[in-house]
T-cell receptor
Framework: GENVEQHPSTLSVQEGDSAVIKCTYSDSASNYFPWYKQELGKRPQLIIDIRSNVGEKKDQRIAVTLNKTAKHFSLHITETQPEDSAVYFCAAVTGGGNKLTFGTGTQLKVEL | NAGVTQTPKFQVLKTGQSMTLQCAQDMNHEYMSWYRQDPGMGLRLIHYSVGAGITDQGEVPNGYNVSRSTTEDFPLRLLSAAPSQTSVYFC???????????FGPGTRLLVL
């Protein structure tokens, strides 16, 4: 089955700096890669996603890049703010869209 | 629309007891799924369903049963609870032809 590895497990940045979270996947059949943000005690919420036929996608301060050859994808957050502090999960979708495999999460802390 | 709802929010069980975690959605989504979230391990797929009457196993199905008699409901049953099933359980659904999964608020389960 699919295996998704995520790094780093914790990340601390100063407000206004950029943050980068990296993931790798194992199944070349994976074709959709969502990123979720989870605040403490809350449900995971989708923040951005990318399909396998696209190399980069941007939404305001958030961007995701995908390298299919290397099976890498990354989340980039620019101009970080305290409200960006949360756990971020990458994921990969296989099985015709039926199986979502998550990374182990990155605890992002944005310090004032 | 209420979206994806889950009950109860919190439950304490004794080892060997049985219970059903309820999940419902009012978005007419055909695909529904159950995940468990444990510290440091991200979310792992337990079971999923692509429509009424159809269910399949995910990554960690042992100890859990599911059924899908209606489009709206997808209950998760623990027949004989074990301490290893202490976790936070999330239900999710996805629209037909869509890729984004929407999560419910979660059920926190403690098995003593």
């Amino acid at each position: 089955g699919e295996n998704v590895e995520q790094h780093p497990s914790t990340l601390s940045v100063q407000e206004g700096d950029s943050a980068v979270i990296k993931c790798t996947y194992s199944d070349s059949a994976s074709n959709y890669f969502p990123w979720y943000k989870q605040e403490l005690g809350k449900r995971p919420q989708l923040i951005i996603d990318i399909r396998s036929n696209v190399g980069e996608k941007k939404d305001q301060r958030i961007a995701v890049t995908l390298n299919k050859t290397a099976k890498h994808f990354s989340l980039h957050i620019t101009e970080t703010q305290p409200e960006d502090s949360a756990v971020y999960f990458c994921a990969a979708v296989t099985g015709g869209g039926n199986k979502l495999t998550f990374g182990t999460g990155t605890q992002l802390k944005v310090e004032l | 629309n209420a979206g994806v709802t889950q009950t109860p929010k919190f439950q304490v069980l004794k080892t060997g007891q049985s219970m059903t975690l309820q999940c419902a959605q009012d978005m007419n989504h055909e695909y529904m799924s159950w995940y468990r979230q444990d510290p440091g391990m991200g979310l792992r797929l337990i079971h999923y369903s692509v429509g009424a009457g159809i269910t399949d196993q995910g990554e960690v199905p042992n100890g859990y049963n599911v059924s899908r008699s209606t489009t709206e409901d997808f209950p998760l049953r623990l027949l004989s609870a074990a301490p290893s099933q202490t976790s936070v359980y999330f239900c999710a659904s996805r629209s037909p032809g869509g890729e984004t999964q929407y999560f419910g608020p979660g059920t926190r389960l403690l098995v003593l």
